[in-house]
């Protein structure tokens, strides 16, 4: 019975979000409704679904993980980046976008360069978006098995776990495939407007108990740990000078540079170039009310991320001075950072406000994913379906692939997921963070190369050009980073490629600013054809 009104909660969440998705199945019968809500979405409406993109639920628990971590706050350092980036996406990219009237956009480098540029990038984004919401899919289950671990059988071996994993992941999708597949981007946007507003009102109150549980704001001050914010990097010991210096702040993850340099070119990708992201922007009225909602986005992740990093730091004095046994550990013995605030919401949150977090962390899970199945299938089907197999002379045959695609790409996100969720269970001591982050890190650097080229020459660029550098530079941020010594130590197959002792390991956030200049670099010396010069608009 003490869970009994956490149940209730839950189950009526779940009833309205749900009611709202299908509320919109009327509005959702033409191509540009079903995937751009006729544009006609208000500007805050769109700033609140980007909200709500961003604050996944890997970061609801991922962020705090960090702040339990590491106690400070140098992840905010990345806000810097992020913001700077959507001045210049707003200035450009947006306006580019609405100039052409693209619905995908990757139907803008077919009209700047042609078909293969556009089907290359519109595949790397296939490939990686289903990677990277797949392997983000499977976060908010953690909260459903370490339910099941706490509650009902604390012994549960890895194989079970995964199944655990498994029977969530499978329910999520098929709930929320429902109401995507029939409401469109309107049911995705309007039910993260509801998740929104239920997010922030958890987070609110966690760190209201908390601070209220701790000592307040002067244990959160006297528990932060140097460097408090700004972290310049640090020196390899076994470099001095100058190049020390810079593969030491290669190797780490949150730095001051990290910020104004790679987090800017992070959400240059994922706020430019990525479907998942721009099809949101491009449901606004205007151009302008799109770049208005961007930009104000980054401003409010600077409280936001400093609330969820305070939360995570909070939770460290908390458990140091109530003491868990139960606290779920890693594979090393010590405390699983990513399950701690996961804990804290099953074992000390009140009733009710405790079934209010679990359901706005699961409808977060819906809201990201019910993103990912709009993008994906827009992205496949007008890039690829209609080539491929024809495009239905009506609006209501286009509709009904774009809900096949959706149905599709559900199915191929429950087998990521799944893939995912067994690491997980068999490596529990992975960061969340990381792993969501990293995968965006290879590939995106090549997007954003191309549509640079693209956006800011005015005849450079085709598609031979920015094929080759979209290789070459995915296959430079791989060696970089280190991912064929990765995958030679996953498969045994050795320690991959030699590689000197002085080259750095380049962290995540570095990934893709090394991506976009190979990429850039190599396509920009190739000519556009004189037959696409004619197309080519400069954004402004």
Same mark, same amino acid.
């Given at each position: ?19 709202? @998705? ?78 052409? @009237? ?54 549960? *071996? ?14 999520? *999708? ?66 001095? @000078? ?12 949150? *730095? ?59 939770l460290y004095i908390y458990f140091q001075e109530n003491p868990s046994e139960l606290l779920p550990k890693n594979a090393k013995g010590s405390i699983d950072s990513s399950q701690v605030f996961p804990y804290f919401i099953l074992n000390v949150m009140p009733q009710g406000l405790r079934g209010l977090v679990v359901a706005g962390v699961l409808a977060t899970a819906m809201g990201s994913l019910s993103t990912a199945l709009n993008s994906l299938a827009t992205s496949y089907v007008r890039d690829f379906h209609f080539r491929w197999f024809g495009e239905p ?21 429950? @087998? ?26 290879? *590939? ?97």
């Open positions: 019975m003490a869970y009994l009104f956490d149940a209730v909660v839950i189950i009526a969440y779940f009833g309205l979000i749900i009611g709202i @998705g299908l509320s919109q199945r009327s509005k959702s019968n033409s191509m540009e409704g079903f995937t751009l809500g006729d544009r006609q979405i208000a500007w805050w409406a769109v700033l609140a679904s980007i909200l709500a993109a961003e604050i996944s639920a890997g970061t609801f628990f991922g962020a705090p993980g960090e702040g339990y971590a590491l106690r400070n706050y140098t992840y905010i350092q990345l806000m810097a980046g992020y913001l700077l980036a959507r001045l210049v996406v707003s200035a450009f990219f947006i306006p580019a976008y609405y100039r052409h @009237g693209v619905v995908s956009v990757y139907e803008f480098l077919g009209i700047r360069f042609g078909p293969l540029t556009r089907r290359w990038a519109s595949g790397i984004f296939l490939v990686t978006r289903l990677l990277a919401s797949g392997s983000r899919l499977w976060v908010p289950t953690v909260l459903l098995v370490l339910g099941w671990k706490l509650f009902v059988n604390p012994d549960t *071996t890895p194989m079970q776990e995964f199944w655990l994993y498994a029977a969530a992941l499978v329910a999520i *999708t098929i709930l929320t495939a429902i109401y995507t597949t029939l409401g469109g981007i309107r049911a995705v946007i309007w039910t993260d407007v509801i998740q929104i507003v239920v997010l922030f009102s958890a987070l609110g109150f966690a760190l209201y108990y908390l601070l209220s549980h701790t000592g307040g704001w002067a244990a959160l001050d006297s528990a932060i740990q140097d460097p408090a914010l700004i972290d310049w990097g640090k020196q390899d010991p076994a470099f001095p @000078g100058a190049w020390g210096r810079i593969k030491g702040i290669l190797e780490t993850e949150y *730095t001051m540079w990290a910020a104004f340099l790679g987090s800017t070119f992070v959400t240059l990708a994922t706020h430019g170039t990525d479907q998942d992201m721009v099809q949101r922007m491009l449901t606004a009225k205007n151009k302008r009310q799109s770049g208005f909602a961007t930009i104000l986005s980054g401003i409010c992740d600077i409280p936001v991320n400093f609330m969820v990093l305070s939360i995570g730091i909070l002379a009506t609006d209501a045959g286009k509709v009904r692939v774009l809900r096949f695609g959706t149905v599709l790409f559900a199915v191929l996100l429950i @087998g990521v997921a799944l893939g995912t969720a067994w690491v997980k269970a068999h490596n529990p001591s992975l960061r969340i963070i990381p792993i969501i982050l990293g995968v965006f890190g290879y *590939t995106y650097g090549s997007l954003l190369g191309v549509f640079m080229v693209g956006l800011f020459t005015k005849a450079r660029g085709n598609d031979l050009g920015n094929g080759l550098g979209m290789l070459a530079g995915f296959l430079v941020v791989a060696y970089l980073s280190g991912l064929d010594q990765g995958l030679a130590a996953t498969l045994s197959l050795g320690e991959g490629i030699p590689r000197p002792d002085w080259m750095p390991v380049i962290e995540f956030p570095w990934r893709i600013l090394f991506g976009t200049v190979v990429t850039f670099s190599i396509a920009v010396l190739f000519k556009t054809p004189m037959d696409k010069l004619s197309h080519h608009k400069m954004g402004r």
